[in-house]
Nanobody, 115 residues
Framework: VQLVESGGGVVQPGGSLRLSCLAS????????MSWYRQAPGKERELVAT????????YYADSVKGRFTISRDNAKNTVYLQMNSLNVDDAAVYYC?????????WGQGTQVTVSS
């Protein structure tokens, strides 16, 4: 049972990245899925959440209008499309899956925003 993030890298300010989170050992269809991030010296913060049913996605104020979370249950994958990136978005991004009292985390993928 694991979550594996990919898609991080180095991007210039104003650029875009698409993060992926592939689940294995379980199916994400019954899980609420989220992306968190943690910058050096800062606490881990919630970036976006997509529920297992419905379309009430949540976004942190700092990313609204720039980031989009989506899921493909058939591929057992969650995505985070990140546009108009700025230096404040630089962090390690973590995938999270929650169902009742089951909480799973990925190992994280680094996003660096630099000119």
């Amino acid at each position: 049972v694991q979550l594996v993030e990919s898609g991080g890298g180095v991007v210039q300010p104003g650029g875009s990245l698409r993060l992926s989170c592939l689940a294995s050992g379980f199916t994400i269809s019954s899980y609420g899925m989220s992306w968190y991030r943690q910058a050096p010296g800062k606490e881990r913060e919630l970036v976006a959440t997509i529920p297992n049913i419905g379309d009430s996605n949540y976004y942190a104020d700092s990313v609204k209008g720039r980031f989009t979370i989506s899921r493909d249950n058939a591929k057992n994958t969650v995505y985070l499309q990140m546009n108009s990136l700025n230096v404040d978005d630089a962090a390690v991004y973590y995938c999270n899956a929650v169902r009742f009292n089951s909480i799973l985390w990925g190992q994280g993928t680094q996003v660096t925003v630099s000119s």
